[in-house]
Structure formats: structure tokens, C-alpha cells
């Protein structure tokens, strides 16, 4: 529907077109054009070339130290990480460090948090032998 996004775009020779006349203000649509855009590989290019392409830096997975670099590399946009932990069953450690870093509004005002992926377990629960549950994939 006209409404959807996608997680995970593209960017090239159209992306770069429409970006520009979002960034000029222009209106290419008729829809609501006053949502960031934050296509995840014009962000890595982006970053790469040091020239914003996005109104939100949104990198994937990146490394508590990466998220400080990238933060003082763009100082005046957003820092939000698409996806920064994957969970499923009892996995989800190590988040302390990024929810430090997402907290630190006087070291890092501009790294707002970011995004779990996959919250939920796709595993099923079974029975074992025992008759106690555990989870199948």
C-alpha cells in the first residue's frame, strides 16, 4: 500500500534524485513527505563519504564506539541504529553498555537509542521425554 515502508532500501541513481528534492523542500508526492528518511544503505554511504544522505544516521549493528565516532563525525543529526541486538530465547546480553550510551544525553545528546531485532523467539514450545517444555526450532 502507499502507506508502507521498508526496513531496508536501496540507495542509487533514484534514491539520490528524491532525497535531493526532499532536502530542497520540494514535494515529489502528494503523501506526507514529513517523515525522516533513513534508508539504510544511503546511510552506510553516507557515513563512508562523510556527506549526509539521510536526516538520521541509522547504522546496523554498529559497535558502542562506532555510534561515538559517527555522532561526532555528523554533530547536528540524530543517531539512531536500525538494529543494534538480535534476540531469541535467553540471548540479549551485552546491552548495558548501549543503554549507557543511550542514557548519556550531557556526553551524547544526539544518540537517541535504536531498534531490537527479532523480540520475539521464532522458536515452538515442545515437550520433552521429562514432560518439561523447551523450545524446538
Not at 99 to 122: A, C, E, S, T
Request: contains cysteine; aromatic residues 10%.
Amino acid at each position: 500500500s502507499e502507506n508502507e515502508t521498508t526496513s531496508e532500501t536501496n540507495d542509487g541513481a533514484s534514491w539520490t534524485s528524491v532525497f535531493g528534492l526532499l532536502a530542497s523542500g520540494a514535494s515529489v508526492t502528494d503523501s506526507d513527505i514529513t517523515k525522516e528518511t533513513t534508508p539504510d544503505s544511503a546511510a552506510k554511504k553516507a557515513i563512508a563519504q562523510l556527506l549526509p544522505a539521510t536526516d538520521v544516521v541509522c547504522p546496523m549493528y554498529a559497535r558502542v564506539e562506532e555510534c561515538v565516532q559517527l555522532s561526532k563525525l555528523f554533530p547536528t543529526m540524530p543517531l539512531i541504529q536500525c538494529e543494534y541486538a538480535h534476540m531469541m530465547g535467553n540471548s540479549g546480553g551485552g546491552l548495558k553498555k548501549y543503554w549507557d550510551l543511550y542514557f548519556d544525553k550531557k556526553m551524547h545528546p544526539r544518540i537517541q537509542g535504536g531498534f531490537i531485532w527479532d523480540w520475539v523467539d521464532q522458536g515452538l514450545t515442545i515437550t520433552d521425554a521429562s514432560g518439561r517444555p523447551k523450545w524446538a526450532y
